[in-house]
Each structure stands twice: as C-alpha cells, then as structure tokens.
C-alpha cells in the first residue's frame, strides 16, 4: 500500500495553522537537512526505528488535540501518520515504547551525579 505523500511547501513560515506555529520558529538549516530524509529512512535505520515508531504512535493517540482548521497538506500528513500507525503491530509499538522508556531512563541515571557517600 503506499501512502501518499503532502506536497512541500516552499515557504514555510506561510502556514497559519496553529499545528504548525512552534515548528516554524526552527532554523531553515534544519529544515533543508530534514528534506534529505525520509520517513523510511527513520524506519529502516535501526538507531532511530524505535524512535520513529514512538512518535508515530504518539501522534495518532493524541489525534484529539490536533487544531480543528488545518490545511489540506497537514490533514493528508495525519491521514498518513494514523494509516501508518494502524499498519504497526500492536506488539512493535509497546516494544518500541518500552526500548524509548529504558533509553531515557538509562540516560537520566547516567547524567545523575553519583554520590559515593563523599
């Protein structure tokens, strides 16, 4: 099945939906290096696939908090997003969850300062 894809908008600080207010403020750098990477890309690469998974759960489950007016190219991503997230196995999204969950976890441990009893 493939999924179609939104156009890209060329200016994209044009956009008034609300969904899209925060991302703007990025540098345009982050954006011309984003274009260079695809979904799949993120999929395939075994660093970022748990990652990916997460974030594409996460974005269907909080569909609800997504603004009412958006654009035509937004509402065909989140079409993408959940059709996607439906294709993903049940059991792949509660592991990739629990490898983001021990990641994070093992991360904030090692930023902790460790007391000796000094």
Not at 76 to 104: E, G, W, Y
Request: a negative charge; one cysteine or more.
């Amino acid at each position: 099945m493939k999924v179609s894809q939104p156009k890209k908008s060329q200016d994209r600080t044009a956009s008034h939906s609300k969904m899209t207010d925060f991302i703007n403020q990025l540098p345009e750098e982050v954006y011309a290096m984003a274009d260079d990477i695809s979904l799949s890309d993120l999929l395939i690469f075994e660093a970022t696939r748990h990652w990916t998974v997460s974030l594409i759960s996460n974005a269907s489950v909080n569909q609800e908090k997504l603004p009412n007016e958006m654009e035509d190219e937004e509402r065909l991503l989140m079409h993408n997003v959940l059709t996607i997230n439906q294709m993903l196995p049940h059991d792949m999204r509660m592991a990739s969850f629990s490898k983001c969950s021990n990641l994070v976890q093992q991360n904030r441990q090692n930023k902790r300062p460790h007391s000796n009893g000094e």
